[in-house]
């Protein structure tokens, strides 16, 4: 069953990104469980998003677009990133978001994918 592993992080995770001292140890723990995921099988896809000020929400309204500026949420984590990853149960799912890096400080989210069925 595949699983969406959804990760948040709070504005200092993010500022860690480009940050000179702290960009070393994010990206590389980052690399680390990307890389565990793909050895392992599971990864389906996964990516990380850029910041939070760069998304925009669209609405459509009595046939009128209405277009906001990021971020849509006004909360102290914002969605940072995501992976897929095929796993045979929930419990599995939860043993890798557990070791994903957001967890450690930010919140990390499992939800099942929907599988669509046009019939």
């Known amino acids: 069953m595949q699983y969406m592993i959804m990760t948040y ?33 599971v990864m389906v896809a996964g990516s990380g998003l850029q910041l939070p000020n760069t998304s925009t929400t ?36 939860l043993d890798w978001a557990v070791r994903c890096p957001a967890a450690a400080e930010g919140v990390v989210e499992v939800r099942p994918v929907l599988q669509m069925n046009p019939n």
């Open 9 to 41: 992080e709070d504005p200092s995770a993010f500022n860690a990104r480009t940050d000179a001292q702290k960009s070393p140890a994010y990206w590389g723990s980052w690399a680390a469980y990307t890389q565990t995921l793909q050895e392992s099988g």
């Open 58 to 93: 669209v609405r459509l309204r009595e046939g009128k677009r209405h277009i906001q500026d990021g971020p849509y949420a006004e909360t102290k984590e914002q969605l940072g990133g995501y992976f897929v990853i095929d796993v045979p149960d929930l419990d599995t799912a």
